[in-house]
């Protein structure tokens, strides 16, 4: 893949998260931040994954030291690396690590997002996989405690993932699949 301008990667990131995420309503928590300048969007353009490491803790380093009305939650884009899923997930292991080490796994909850993500044990062909299908590979930074703070205003949350993919499923794969294609160019179901 060839490196990608950040700008247009920020547009269809942008759309990505209005007409998937906000429209299907993926995510209860999505709408209001869309527009709010708190909403931080990093198009990471590294190469490699040394690079990378850098670069998520970089990210991880500013939210910290951002107040939440100035960094309410954080995507890290990485559209020039991680193309393959085995090696996304290798990383976002290394992240989880990181998170530990740093003893920050209880201050940042990390969300994984990825073009070609399979949910483990689900068929491949699942419409299930497309919640958390991304033009690009990017890891959602989300704050603990605006999460939990959310998650008390939300009924029965836990029950999100199975309304999820219950949505899509009844969408049925072809028509969710078409969606996609419209937002990504991608022919490949």
Known sequence: MSVVESSSVEKHIRAWLQSFI???NLCPFARPLIADPALRINVCEVNN???LHYAFLAELDLIQRSSE???ATSLLVMPNVLHSFEDYLDFLGDAEAMLEELALD???QLASFHPQYLF???DKNSA???SNRSPYPLIHFLREEMVTAALENIDMPQQIPERNIALLEGMGRETVAARWNALTG???K
């Open 49 to 51: 994954s040394e690079q």
């Open 22 to 24: 906000v429209e299907l």
């Open 128 to 130: 299930s996989h497309f």
């Open 186 to 188: 991608d022919e490949k």
């Open 69 to 71: 009305g100035e960094i």
């Open 120 to 122: 483990d044990g689900e």
């Open 106 to 108: 209880s201050t940042i």
